[in-house]
């Protein structure tokens, strides 16, 4: 591994960390490891204590949205390594630092095992599979403010077969929303570069009165992911009075 530097546009010397190929490391995982060392969010994240740099995706969301309250109930679905959870407790939990400020519910759920988090309850599951719903109904223990989805499915290579694999982790996850959200709640998922399906966008309408499609500043320009944040949960059975939007101000759409 070595650094080169480089001049910016402000006349400063910054160092890129070059990493070189070693024995039976594929070229594209020499890549990666290059972009994880010069990534500037992946080294914000571990100066200020960050499990990754998804934590300030939802940050940014969050920033513009303000959905994360004092005393909100979260559900974290697809919360490893858990940066979506550290987050969720600084604004929803003040974890005795304030006794004046109500404090909230963190619950993440994942299917692979989180390491522990002050002030959150994290729970190994696998959301898909038969129950589960039902599971963490039981360990929320009553009503959501906020059911947030950054659940991934492992990438098969094949560009249609991964479409359809993310679309029923959406759908899953907002079918659970459904049946757990107060009235007002917020819902928000990662979806793909198109935002939500045609189908699910005339769903989102129909129960929540603003839904945008939003590529926060920190998702990287390469990725196809976009977020979709559904905000004021109206029930079911409501009729479509609002339009779905894509959010200009919160960077770039895919």
Same mark, same amino acid.
């Given at each position: 591994?070595?650094?080169?530097?480089?001049?910016?546009?402000?006349?400063?010397?910054?160092?890129?960390?070059?990493?070189?190929?070693?024995?039976?490391?594929? &070229?594209?995982?020499?890549?990666?490891?290059?972009?994880?060392?010069?990534?500037?969010?992946?080294?914000? /994240?571990?100066?200020?204590?960050?499990?990754?740099?998804?934590?300030?995706?939802?940050?940014?969301?969050?920033?513009?949205?303000?959905?994360?309250?004092?005393?909100?109930?979260?559900?974290?679905?697809?919360?490893?390594?858990?940066?979506?959870?550290?987050?969720?407790?600084?604004?929803?939990?003040?974890?005795?630092?304030?006794?004046?400020?109500?404090?909230?519910?963190?619950?993440?759920?994942?299917?692979?095992?989180?390491?522990?988090?002050?002030?959150?309850?994290?729970?190994? *599951?696998?959301?898909?599979?038969?129950?589960?719903?039902?599971?963490?109904?039981?360990?929320?223990?009553?009503?959501?403010?906020?059911?947030?989805?950054?659940? /991934?499915?492992?990438?098969?290579?094949?560009?249609?077969?991964?479409?359809?694999?993310?679309?029923? *982790?959406?759908?899953?996850?907002?079918?659970?929303?459904?049946?757990?959200?107060?009235?007002?709640?917020?819902?928000?998922?990662?979806? &793909?570069?198109?935002?939500?399906?045609?189908?699910?966008?005339?769903?989102?309408?129909?129960?929540?009165?603003?839904? /945008?499609?939003?590529?926060?500043?920190?998702?990287?320009?390469?990725?196809?992911?976009?977020?979709?944040?559904?905000?004021?949960?109206?029930?079911?059975?409501?009729?479509?009075?609002?339009?779905?939007?894509?959010?200009?101000?919160?960077?770039? *759409?895919?």
């Amino acid at each position: 591994m070595t650094q080169e530097k480089k001049t910016s546009g402000r006349g400063q010397r910054d160092l890129r960390v070059r990493v070189k190929t070693a024995k039976g490391r594929k &070229l594209s995982s020499t890549l990666w490891l290059e972009r994880q060392l010069n990534d500037p969010y992946v080294q914000r /994240a571990k100066r200020e204590g960050y499990r990754g740099r998804a934590a300030f995706k939802i940050m940014e969301l969050n920033e513009r949205y303000d959905f994360l309250k004092p005393g909100c109930r979260v559900v974290d679905l697809g919360c490893a390594p858990g940066g979506w959870c550290q987050v969720s407790v600084e604004k929803v939990n003040s974890l005795g630092q304030n006794p004046k400020k109500p404090v909230g519910t963190v619950l993440g759920v994942d299917l692979q095992e989180i390491e522990p988090i002050a002030g959150a309850e994290l729970h190994q *599951l696998d959301f898909l599979s038969d129950g589960a719903d039902e599971l963490v109904k039981g360990w929320l223990g009553g009503r959501a403010d906020v059911v947030m989805s950054d659940m /991934a499915a492992a990438s098969s290579g094949h560009k249609g077969t991964d479409h359809l694999r993310i679309v029923a *982790l959406v759908e899953a996850a907002l079918d659970f929303a459904f049946d757990v959200l107060e009235d007002g709640g917020t819902f928000v998922a990662k979806v &793909l570069a198109g935002g939500a399906e045609n189908e699910m966008q005339t769903l989102l309408k129909k129960n929540f009165r603003k839904v /945008a499609n939003v590529k926060p500043p920190s998702s990287r320009s390469d990725s196809s992911e976009k977020f979709v944040v559904a905000m004021g949960f109206r029930g079911r059975q409501a009729d479509a009075s609002e339009t779905l939007e894509d959010d200009p101000d919160a960077g770039p *759409l895919g």
